[in-house]
Antibody
Framework: EVQLVEAGGGLVQPGGSLRLSCAVS????????MSWVRQAPGKGLEWVANIKQDGTEKYYVDSVRGRFTISRDNTNNSLSLQMNSLRAEDTAVYYCARVASAYFDFWGQGALVTVSS | ETVLTQSPATLSLSPGEGATLSCRASQSVNTYVAWYQQKPGQPPRLLIYDASKRAAGIPARFSGGGSGTDFTLTISSLEPEDFAIYYCQQRSNWPQTFGQGTNLEIK
């Protein structure tokens, strides 16, 4: 059974940092691109970042480029998102998702990140 | 970026009825469109990809169609568990984008 479990969400002040992680099981992790997708409270979905199977290619939505860093550990089957210089508009549920042909075929339950003073 | 506009914003129907949801792209996305279903407190679930291919385990009452800029998700006969929010997504043009969603609610 494919499972993706996010951790690391919480409350952080504007300008602060937070690191999300996603533990993966049930499939061969290093065969797939992986993504982070977020959803602001009561809003729609927004793709945030992608990472290639071997970690050599990374892509970001313009609004987070230079502040967020996606990474992966294929030995431990985990995905991470380091978020720096956080803003109120980054408040959202962050989902870890498996990518298949550039679609998101499996999702975690999400981690809530709240940026507020 | 490619903007996806979904209509209607809210669709009120009864179980057993058919539903047609629309997704229009601001520029051509070929057939590189997916549809997702999201229920409250849950992550999205992939229903349809490449405009018309059903994902694994998705019931046959869900079907997708369209190409270029106009796409539809059709649910042939609504079951109680189908009432949810539906999102379209394109992966043809960078960055990949989602529509704002259609809320399918019980009438």
């Amino acid at each position: 059974e494919v499972q993706l479990v996010e951790a690391g969400g919480g409350l952080v002040q504007p300008g602060g940092s937070l690191r999300l992680s996603c533990a993966v099981s049930g499939f061969t992790f290093n065969n797939f691109w992986m993504s982070w997708v977020r959803q602001a409270p009561g809003k729609g979905l927004e793709w945030v970042a992608n990472i290639k199977q071997d970690g050599t290619e990374k892509y970001y939505v313009d609004s987070v480029r230079g502040r967020f860093t996606i990474s992966r550990d294929n030995t431990n089957n985990s995905l991470s998102l380091q978020m720096n210089s956080l803003r109120a508009e980054d408040t959202a549920v962050y989902y870890c998702a498996r990518v298949a042909s550039a679609y998101f075929d499996f999702w975690g339950q999400g981690a809530l990140v709240t940026v507020s003073s | 970026e490619t903007v996806l506009t979904q209509s209607p914003a809210t669709l009120s129907l009864s179980p057993g009825e058919g539903a047609t949801l629309s997704c229009r792209a601001s520029q051509s996305v070929n057939t590189y469109v997916a549809w997702y279903q999201q229920k409250p407190g849950q992550p999205p679930r992939l229903l349809i990809y490449d405009a018309s291919k059903r994902a694994a385990g998705i019931p046959a009452r869900f079907s997708g169609g369209g190409s270029g800029t106009d796409f539809t998700l059709t649910i042939s006969s609504l079951e109680p568990e189908d009432f949810a929010i539906y999102y379209c997504q394109q992966r043809s043009n960078w960055p990949q984008t989602f529509g704002q969603g259609t809320n399918l609610e019980i009438k």
